[in-house]
T-cell receptor, first 113, second 107 residues
Framework: NAGVTQTPKFRILKIGQSMTLQCAQD?????MYWYRQDPGMGLKLIYY???????DKGEVPNGYNVSRSTTEDFPLRLELAAPSQTSVYFC????????????FGNGTRLTVT | AQRVTQPEKLLSVFKGAPVELKCNYS??????LFWYVQYSRQRLQLLLRHISRESIKGFTADLNKGETSFHLKKPFAQEEDSAMYYCALFATNKLIFGTGTLLAVQP
């Protein structure tokens, strides 16, 4: 039982490039989330999903897109990378809503130069 | 506005000393509060939630609605308690995190 798996662990992008951060969970959780954490800041919610085919914006969705075609996968897409997107990205899942225990991935450290 | 404040970036104590990690929240509704912890080289994980009223690894947290606080306490710190601690508030169907406090327990 791997829990929540994020890939890659590290990535350096040039301004304007695009990439997809992968997230998969094997716990059959309905809820999945993407957070970003900037230095000295708390985690900010980017997007979340309450089930396959359903996604919604969080606090800081600009510059990102998500999809949820299956229960297991919740990829995060950056279309035109900007330096402001340099951050650590965490994917998480929970069985019920965010007031049930969140299970986090190990994070992806992204640098945009 | 809904907000979680953790005023201390770093808290350094000696082994065996009491620990109190501060958390204050701003929310007009009935709050649900949580403490998450990240040990070195491990994932962020739930430590405890106020509705459970439980003690986990010797830590407790009491919700004080009058002071809008949810401080995390442990009477005797251990070296293995060294970690990053995040307070979180469940509000308007989202989990709002504080900026975190790094607890360093010195031998």
């Amino acid at each position: 039982n791997a829990g929540v798996t994020q890939t890659p662990k590290f990535r350096i992008l040039k301004i304007g490039q695009s990439m997809t951060l992968q997230c998969a969970q094997d716990m059959n959780h309905n809820y999945m989330y993407w957070y970003r954490q900037d230095p000295g800041m708390g985690l900010k919610l980017i997007y979340y999903s309450v089930g396959a085919g359903i996604t919604d914006k969080g606090e800081v969705p600009n510059g990102y897109n998500v999809s949820r075609s299956t229960t297991e996968d919740f990829p995060l897409r950056l279309e035109l990378a900007a330096p402001s997107q340099t951050s650590v990205y965490f994917c998480a899942s929970s069985y019920a809503g965010p007031n049930s225990p969140l299970h986090f991935g190990n994070g992806t450290r992204l640098t945009v130069t | 506005a809904q907000r979680v404040t953790q005023p201390e970036k770093l808290l350094s104590v000696f082994k065996g000393a009491p620990v109190e990690l501060k958390c204050n929240y701003s929310y007009s509704g009935s709050p649900e509060l949580f403490w998450y912890v990240q040990y070195s080289r491990q994932r962020l994980q739930l430590l405890l939630r106020h509705i459970s009223r439980e003690s986990i690894k010797g830590f407790t947290a009491d919700l004080n609605k009058g002071e809008t606080s949810f401080h995390l306490k442990k009477p005797f710190a251990q070296e293995e308690d060294s970690a990053m601690y995040y307070c979180a508030l469940f509000a308007t169907n989202k989990l709002i995190f504080g900026t975190g406090t790094l607890l360093a327990v010195q031998p």
